[in-house]
C-alpha cells in the first residue's frame, strides 16, 4: 500500500531547528537593543522569536503525534521504515496489497504508471516489482 512516510526524523530535525533559531533571535534581539540599533533591528529578533516558537511547536507535534503530515517522500509498506518510530509510533502492521486494477502510482513521485510499468516516466526511477 502506497502511503505518505510519517517524516518523524525530519520533524524532529526541524524542532531542533527552530529551537537554534529562537535561541538567535534572543541574542540578535538583545544585542540589537543594547547598541542603540534603529527600532527595526530589535523589531525583527522578536519577528524571528515568533516564527521560530510557531514552527517548533508544529514539528515537535508532528514529530510525536500518531496522526501526523508529511510531504517528503511517498511509499511502500516496508519499503523504508521509520527510524523513530520504535520511539513513538506502533509497531507496522500487515496490510493487504490493494488492488492496482489497469494502472498504479509511483511510490517514489506519486504520477501515475500503467501496470506494465518497469521505470517511471516522471521520476525516472525504477518500480518495486508488485507480487
Known amino acids: ?45 522578536v519577528l524571528f522569536i515568533i516564527i521560530g516558537i510557531v514552527q517548533a511547536v508544529y514539528h515537535f507535534k508532528n514529530a510525536t503525534s500518531e496522526n501526523r503530515y508529511s510531504s517528503f517522500d511517498i511509499v511502500e509498506d516496508g519499503e523504508e521504515p521509520d527510524p523513530l518510530n520504535a520511539r513513538f509510533g506502533d509497531a507496522p502492521q500487515d496490510v493487504p496489497a490493494p488492488d492496482d486494477g489497469d494502472f498504479r502510482f509511483c511510490p517514489y513521485c506519486g504520477a501515475r504508471l500503467g501496470a506494465d510499468f518497469t521505470y517511471c516516466g516522471k521520476c525516472g526511477r525504477k518500480l518495486p516489482d508488485i507480487p
Open 1 to 45: 500500500m502506497k502511503s505518505v512516510k510519517p517524516g518523524r526524523g525530519p520533524s524532529a530535525m526541524g524542532a531542533a531547528g527552530s529551537v537554534i533559531a529562537v535561541i538567535f533571535g534572543i541574542f540578535w534581539t538583545i544585542g540589537a537593543a543594547s547598541m542603540g540599533a534603529p527600532f527595526f533591528f530589535p523589531l525583527f529578533g
